[in-house]
């Protein structure tokens, strides 16, 4: 049981789900990463793969990886096991939004659960590819990092938050963009976390992952809490790893045979994810984890949960 290890709250967390031994890559989902910035002088990649990689090592059966053009053949050498999408650019690295749109839709619309922000950059073509995104996906869409940034530079955001279900995860200074954006109050760091992300999850009719030394987990009604993680995750692409698990958990869980929330998905992300980094610490110390390592830790986790 999670709550026996990690986690507290409003109601107790259900068992992470066996794995069908008669399974194949359908039967896991399929994932879609959307993430990865060309934009000139600044060029980032690493979290986009970095999501896909821990979604793998939490069980999906199939990664797609969305990232600017320049960038595709460097994503899939790092991630030989993911599908590559080029997203086009100008001359300057900027997405070009329309022409992003067609190579995203047809691929989103045979994906599970998606993942939007990782390593996205900033800019008002974001902006636009991210409000689209959140508009029209019809799967569990994981918002995380720059998407979040992206969100919290547009009024009233929260209205066009209209597709499927939808978990954010900020850290605390995202948050408090996202806040001051949707004039909502909360200091997400200590004792008020949970009521700020219940805030934050009210207002926008989702689940919200306030990242923390001790995470909380809202849906706007239920809460639930864990502090399994240790400082060696303060590093970067942790945060992307995280998106990463919820997103695999969302594509196997919340469909037939399995009945899973979305609730239920993100606090067993919360949870394998900072059991992980506390297997890490246990043979090296509080620092210097790369979060490759964090990805790849997670099957041993599952396998701990599931055989307890």
């Known amino acids: 049981m999670v709550d026996g290890v990690c986690g507290e709250g409003t109601a107790p967390c259900p068992p992470l789900p066996q794995r069908d031994e008669a399974g194949h890559k359908g039967t896991f989902g399929r994932v879609l990463v959307v993430g990865g910035c060309a934009r ?14 821990a979604a793998i090592r939490a069980g999906c059966g199939l990664a797609e990886l969305a990232v600017p053009e320049p960038l595709a053949a460097a994503a899939l050498a790092s991630l030989e096991s993911a599908t590559g999408h080029a997203l086009p650019v100008d001359a ?22 998606a993942v939007v922000g990782p390593a996205l950059g900033e800019g008002f073509a974001v902006e636009q590819v991210v409000v689209r995104f959140i508009a029209h996906a019809d799967v569990p869409l994981i918002v995380d990092a720059d998407a979040l940034n992206a969100l ?33 109050d909360g200091d997400p760091i200590g004792d008020g976390a949970g009521a ?15 990242k923390g030394a001790r995470t909380s987990v809202s849906d706007g009604i239920h809460a639930w809490s864990c502090h399994a993680g240790t400082a060696a995750l303060a590093t970067g692409g942790s945060g992307d790893a995280l998106s990463g698990v919820i997103a695999a958990f969302a594509a196997q869980f919340m469909r037939p045979p399995h009945a899973a929330s979305l609730f239920d998905c993100a606090r067993w992300g919360v949870a394998v994810h900072g059991l992980a980094a506390q297997r890490w610490s246990s043979r090296h110390g509080s620092a210097g984890m790369l979060t490759t390592e964090l990805c790849d830790l997670v099957p041993d986790v599952l396998g701990d949960l599931r055989a307890a």
């Open 40 to 53: 000139l002088p600044r060029m980032m990649l690493g979290g986009a793969v970095l999501a896909a990689r």
């Open 92 to 113: 300057e690295g900027n997405l070009l939004p329309s022409a992003c749109a067609e190579v995203i839709d047809p691929v989103l619309a045979r994906c599970n659960a």
């Open 196 to 210: 700020a992300a219940a805030a934050l999850a009210q207002r926008c009719g989702c689940v919200v992952v306030l």
């Open 152 to 184: 919290a530079r547009l009024v009233d955001f929260a209205r066009d938050m209209r597709g499927g279900p939808v978990v954010m995860t900020p850290h605390p200074g995202e948050f408090r963009r996202l806040a001051q954006t949707l004039d909502i």
